[in-house]
């Protein structure tokens, strides 16, 4: 089961304009089938064509004699992309922004669209044509027939790319683990994807195994702050502690401390550290989260990391 999304509705309020003239005073205004889990750590590049979520059509502004608006609203969904890790390519969970009422249609677009520069897909954009769920199962349609043969992917790499789309779909759904079944153009027909077999339903792989160790979802890559970094994210590291570094543009560390993940070692669990750099000059920084190594390296992989850029203003 995928971590919990965090959705969150906006509203863009377009503007209206009314002009009103008279004699003597004039005013204007505006206002199944279960993939196999993911092996070692492989170096086959992943695919980093990516394409803009579809921008939304402009308000048009209402010149009838009493003033109107028109809204369009959005909300943020959880898109997962793949990241190397010391333990292979896993995948990683960032938000993105969506027409409300189209989350699956609008996930589906962003899955080429990664906003940090350490995330990549393995979907290009037009790859995929539809989605549905009914209740059950996910349904995609492929618009490229190239992605039903694995190519030179290797079979790790192949697993995280379908669960790269089967993890997306679950967690904007909420859907609590639905299979997903994918079938080429218009036909019902279930067919393979990255050579994975879709006939019974591709089920979510266990987190451990899929998703990297830790994962930042704020401050989002590219974020403005001032006075407090509000950071958060999943981790699964030893005794639920996440460490954490903030350096600034020739490498130095500013700040450094730990949070506190509410579990560890079956699943990823939420972390979050209210951080406070009132006292950093305005500036660009690297927020890092990482795993606990109490090892110091000398046992297992090291440390999965994860970093984010942002802005002191």
């Not at 809204?71 to 027409?99: D, F, I, R």
């Not at 906003?115 to 549905?132: E, N, Q």
């Not at 349609?141 to 089967?166: P, W, Y």
Request: hydrophobic share 35%.
């Amino acid at each position: 089961m995928s971590p919990a999304p965090r959705r969150r509705t906006r509203l863009a309020l377009g503007t209206a304009a009314l002009v009103l003239a008279g004699s003597a005073l004039a005013a204007c205004g505006s206002s199944g089938t279960t993939a196999s889990d993911p092996g070692p750590a492989d170096t086959t590049p992943v695919s980093d064509a990516s394409a803009p979520v579809p921008a939304e059509s402009p308000s048009t502004p209402d010149t009838a004699s009493a003033p109107s608006s028109s809204a369009t609203a959005t909300t943020e969904v959880p898109v997962y992309y793949v990241m190397a890790t010391p333990e292979g390519q896993k995948l990683v969970e960032e938000q993105h922004e969506v027409p409300q009422g189209q989350e699956l249609e609008g996930a589906l677009a962003a899955l080429s669209n990664p906003t940090d520069p350490d995330y990549r897909s393995y979907y290009a954009s037009g790859d995929l044509d539809s989605v549905s769920y009914d209740g059950d199962k996910f349904t995609v349609s492929l618009h490229d027939t190239g992605l039903e043969d694995r190519g030179s992917l290797t079979k790790a790499d192949a697993t995280i790319a379908v669960q790269q789309l089967a993890y997306t779909l679950d967690a904007v759904q909420q859907s609590e683990g639905a299979p997903t079944v994918v079938v080429a153009g218009s036909g019902d027909t279930p067919v393979t994807l990255y050579g994975v077999d879709t006939a019974g339903g591709v089920n979510l792989g266990d987190q451990i195994k899929t998703l990297a160790l830790v994962n930042v979802l704020s401050p989002a890559s590219g974020e403005n702050v001032s006075g407090t970094l509000d950071a958060s994210g999943l981790a699964s590291s030893f005794e639920g502690n996440v460490p954490w570094t903030i350096t600034d543009d020739s490498g130095t560390v500013v700040k450094k401390g730990f949070a506190t993940a509410e579990g560890w070692m079956d699943r990823l669990y939420p972390w979050s550290k209210q951080i406070d750099v009132s006292s950093l000059k305005p500036g660009d920084y690297t927020f890092t989260a990482m795993t606990d190594d109490p090892s110091g390296g000398t046992e297992g992989h090291g440390p999965t990391k994860d970093t984010k850029r942002f802005t002191i203003s």
